[in-house]
């Protein structure tokens, strides 16, 4: 029987939860687990559900609505002169296609781009915009999936990380402000 590493395989891996699970490899277990069908991923579309109707040996379905529509691959695209460098896109950017500083104007890297559009709701400007790959002239092909996988997994590592050194930090500034503690959990002095 074929596991979650096999069909997360066969998914795009633009981690974009449009199937209701939080990536590519959640969904790819409900479905191993059989929470979920295979035809929850609009970016992958047919070509994605009849992969996985072959390695699952069960019948291809047409997508489900309810997830969204198939499309032509998209990207995301930075007007610089609305940006007003807040930040708040760059957090929910799954594989950190989205470059830029506080305060300062943003731009996305297209070529790593998957398409997920996480990044327009955080928008408070509404300065982002998706257009169909091929529209954009510049753009490259869609980024490879095992090349999106290996982004989203380090993206996850870096915000780990990243939590990892605040909750140390603060730790720390507790202590210096409540001071020195006794085995009772009392300040000592």
């Known amino acids: 029987m074929p596991g979650a590493d096999d069909i997360d395989a066969l998914l795009p891996q633009t981690q974009c939860t449009r199937c209701g699970y939080d990536g590519c490899r959640p969904y790819a277990r409900a479905i191993v687990e059989g929470i979920a069908p295979i035809n929850q991923c609009p970016p992958g579309g047919a070509a994605t559900i009849r992969a996985l109707a072959a390695l699952l040996q069960r019948e291809a379905l047409p997508l489900n609505p309810e997830n969204g529509l198939e499309a032509p691959a998209l990207v995301a695209v930075i007007d610089e002169e609305r940006c007003i460098g807040c930040i708040k896109c760059l957090p929910p950017c799954p594989v950190d296609a989205i470059v830029g500083a506080r305060k300062l104007m943003h731009t996305v890297v297209a070529a790593i781009c998957t398409g997920c559009e996480l990044c327009i709701a955080p928008c408070p400007v509404d300065c982002i915009s998706m257009i169909p790959r091929e529209a954009s002239g510049e753009c490259p092909a ?6 999106n996988r290996t982004r989203y997994l380090a993206h996850n590592e870096r915000l780990a990380h990243r939590a990892e050194r605040h909750a140390t930090l603060l730790a720390a500034r507790k202590q210096a402000v ?12």
Do not use: V
Not at 142 to 147: K, N
Not at 178 to 189: D, E, I, V, Y
């Open 178 to 189: 409540q001071g020195p503690q006794n085995s009772t959990g009392r300040t000592a002095g």
């Open 142 to 147: 869609s980024p490879e999936p095992q090349a």
